[in-house]
């Protein structure tokens, strides 16, 4: 079964630091995606940052990074820098190639921005 | 490129009715997931349609049901609503293979009175 753990209910974070989301995973597939997504407090839901499991470098996006520690199936999302519209929910999430293409979300990080 | 659209924005709708929701894809994106997000449950996952076949299927029951069309749009529709149902309802576009992310709408935002 797939199955993502996201452990950090809430997170603070001063404004211009850097910041850690955790996530976990667990699936029996050998290929698969990970993926984060942030949801502002408007709803929408906006795709970040992209990691495949045969991708070799942690992926980057400008200020988001994807520390990916496949051994220990941790897909962390570190913000470097935090702005105060970084303030929002964020979602890691999974697809595997075994399990039909489904996508698996966690139950999301709140991050508060503080000046 | 246009994004994904669903309408509409908002619904307010009593027990006992029922909704139909509407989702169109990124141009070229054969899958369409859909979401319901509580404060509560969080995002749960309710079906998959690729190529206007269901692929995947949460675990909701039989009054929720989907469809998708030869153009991709698909629908979703709740019927006999209780007040449970009040969420926003998110759709999901992608290509539908493992290296490709989901782009989400703005969402429906459900009310039941």
């Known amino acids: 079964a797939q199955k993502i753990t996201q452990t950090q209910p809430g997170m603070f974070v001063q404004e211009k630091e850097a910041v850690t989301l955790d996530c976990t995973y667990d699936?029996?597939?050998?290929?698969?995606?990970l993926f984060w997504y942030k949801q502002p407090s408007s709803g929408e839901m906006i795709f970040l940052i992209y990691?495949?499991?045969?991708?070799?470098q942690n992926a980057t996006e400008g200020r988001y990074s994807l520390n990916f520690q496949k051994a220990r199936k941790s897909a962390n999302l570190v913000i470097s820098a935090s702005q105060l519209g970084d303030s929002a929910m964020y979602f890691c999430a999974m697809r595997g190639t075994n399990t039909g293409n489904q996508f698996y979300f966690g139950t999301g990080t709140s991050l508060t921005v503080i000046p | 490129k246009a994004g994904v659209t669903q309408t509409p924005r908002y619904l307010i709708k009593t027990r006992g009715q029922q909704v139909t929701l509407s989702c169109s894809p990124i141009s070229g994106h054969r899958s369409v997931s859909w979401y319901q997000q509580t404060p509560g449950q969080g995002l749960q996952f309710l079906f998959e349609y690729f190529s206007e076949t269901q692929r995947n299927k949460g675990n909701f029951p039989g009054r929720f049901s989907g469809r998708q069309f030869s153009n991709s749009r698909s629908e979703m529709n709740v019927s006999t609503l209780e007040l449970g149902d009040s969420a926003l309802y998110l759709c999901?576009?992608?290509?539908?293979?493992?290296?490709?992310?989901?782009?989400f709408g703005d969402g429906t935002r459900l009310s039941i009175l």
């Open positions: 699936t029996s597939d050998q290929s698969y995606g």
């Open positions: 999901a576009s992608s290509l539908g293979v493992s290296n490709q992310p989901q782009h």
């Open positions: 990691q495949g499991s045969y991708d070799e």
